[in-house]
C-alpha cells in the first residue's frame, strides 16, 4: 500500500531564503504524488502534480518539486520565500488501486522577517 | 472556479447530540470525500461517494455516516457525537478522472468541538 512521510512538522525560514520541504513516498507502482497547501482558515489547493511526465514540476506561487524515484522522494522547494508563504503543507499520493489520496502529516512553514 | 461549499465554518456541540455537517459543491463533479484533519495526522478519509446514493467507507468511518440524496450535496452525519471526535472537517470534491489525478476541490472546513 502506498504510504506518505513529511520529515519535519515545523518549519522555519526567513524571507528571501530557500524553502525546502520534504516528502516520501512509498509505492509498488509509479506514483501519482501532489503537494497542496493550506492557508490559515482556509480549505486546501493543489500547489503542484506529478503524474509522470516531468520529474521536476512547477507549480502555482514560484513552488517547484523534483520526482527522484532513485530516493522515492517528492521534495517541495522554492528558491526565494515570501511572508504570504506561511502556510501547512500536504504531500499526498494517489492510490493505485482505489485513485483515493493519501495524505502525509502535514509540514507547517513558518516565514521570519 | 470551482466551490465547495459547507455550511458551518464553526460549531459547538454537547455530547450526545447529532450532528450534522452539510457540503455543496456546484461543478457537477460526481466524486465527493469527507475527510478529518488533526494536528500532527494531516487528512485522514472518512467516507467518500463515486455517485448519488452511493457512498464507501474510508480509512476511519467509526461513528460516521454519511448521506448522498443529489449529486450537488454530500452530508457527514455524527449519530451521537463525542469529545474525540472535536476536529477540522473538510469536505472535497473531484471530477470522477480527477479521484486518480489527485485534483481535489476542498471547502473551507467546518470546525467541530463537542463538549
Known amino acids: 500500500a502506498q504510504s506518505v512521510t513529511q520529515l519535519g512538522s515545523h518549519v522555519s525560514v526567513s524571507e528571501g531564503a530557500l524553502v525546502l520541504l520534504r516528502c516520501n513516498y512509498s509505492s509498488s507502482v509509479p506514483p501519482y504524488l501532489f503537494w497542496y497547501v493550506q492557508y490559515p482558515n482556509q480549505g486546501l489547493q493543489l500547489l503542484l502534480k506529478?503524474?509522470?511526465?516531468?520529474?521536476l514540476v512547477k507549480g502555482i506561487n514560484g513552488f517547484e518539486a523534483e520526482f527522484k524515484k532513485s530516493e522515492t522522494s517528492f521534495h517541495l522547494t522554492k528558491p526565494s520565500a515570501h511572508m504570504s508563504d506561511a502556510a501547512e503543507y500536504f504531500c499526498a499520493v494517489s492510490d493505485s488501486n482505489t485513485g483515493k489520496l493519501i495524505f502525509g502529516q502535514g509540514t507547517t512553514l513558518q516565514v521570519k522577517p | 472556479d470551482v466551490k465547495v461549499t459547507q455550511s458551518s465554518r464553526y460549531l459547538v456541540k454537547r455530547t450526545g447530540e447529532k450532528v450534522f455537517l452539510e457540503c455543496v459543491q456546484d461543478?457537477?463533479?460526481?466524486?465527493m470525500f469527507w475527510y478529518r484533519q488533526d494536528p500532527g495526522l494531516g487528512l485522514r478519509l472518512i467516507y467518500f461517494s463515486y455517485d448519488v446514493k452511493m457512498k464507501e467507507k474510508g480509512d476511519i468511518p467509526e461513528g460516521y455516516s454519511v448521506s448522498r440524496e443529489k449529486k450537488e450535496r454530500f452530508s457527514l452525519i455524527l449519530e451521537s457525537a463525542s469529545t474525540n471526535q472535536t476536529s477540522m472537517y473538510l469536505c472535497a470534491s473531484s471530477l470522477l478522472s480527477g479521484s486518480l489525478t489527485g485534483e481535489l476541490f476542498f471547502g473551507e472546513g467546518s470546525r467541530l468541538t463537542v463538549l
Open positions: 506529478y503524474t509522470s511526465a516531468a520529474t
Open positions: 461543478m457537477d463533479h460526481e466524486n
